[in-house]
């Protein structure tokens, strides 16, 4: 299998507070890996590294074969949920996507709104994202992640605020695009849905990305 992503000797500090310490792992593509850790731990940290957002300290990253690191770059084919995208609130979430769309002009207005049919907001595409609910707004969030059928797709906390029906139908999308092909990093407290999608589980300790045994340990 293809090897997506690695990082070699990796290290992160802010200021004297060190995240990781020297982490050298591979990851192969069309999995699903999640991420679990305490608050604070660095879920969040690893994937702004990955996703060019923040440098390592030390080491290097390589992502579909490019040392990002080196080239001081961002990566190529990856969507990325982190945190809460600012969407612009006067637009809709059709409206926001469109804009995102147009900066690399690969997807047209259908695929979008097959993408907000696939999160389950199909209804709401015409509604102004100042209106739209918590969940709702996580669910245009994971939309933007996926809608460029990127290779790589990082998840932090994909599941929050979303309803039960919701998580469900997102597990299905997530082992849909996986079997797709498409890499998904997931990070998650939550122990059923690392348990439902993830083929392999890290969790991050003591600076560590310490693989668990069991889906989750
Ligand atoms: N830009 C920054 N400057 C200084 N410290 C930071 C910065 N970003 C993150 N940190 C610190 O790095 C640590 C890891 O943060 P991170 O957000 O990755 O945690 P997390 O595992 O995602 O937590 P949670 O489960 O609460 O989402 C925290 O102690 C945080 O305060």
Redesign the pocket.
Known sequence: MEEVVKFNQLGKK?KQ?V?FNEISLSFNGGQIIGIT??????????FKLMAGLERPSTGEIMINGHNITKTNSFPDNMGILIENPPFIDNLTGFENLKLLAAITNQINNEQIKVTLKQVGLDDARYKKVKYYSLGMKKKLGIAQAIMEHQKIILL??PMNALDEESVLLMRILFKKLAEQGKTIFI?S?NKEDIQQLCHTVYR?KNNQLIKQKKAYD
Request: glycine letters at 16%.
């Open positions: 802010f507070q995240i850790g305490q608050n604070g731990s660095g879920k969040s940290v690893l932090d906390e990070a407290h991050v």
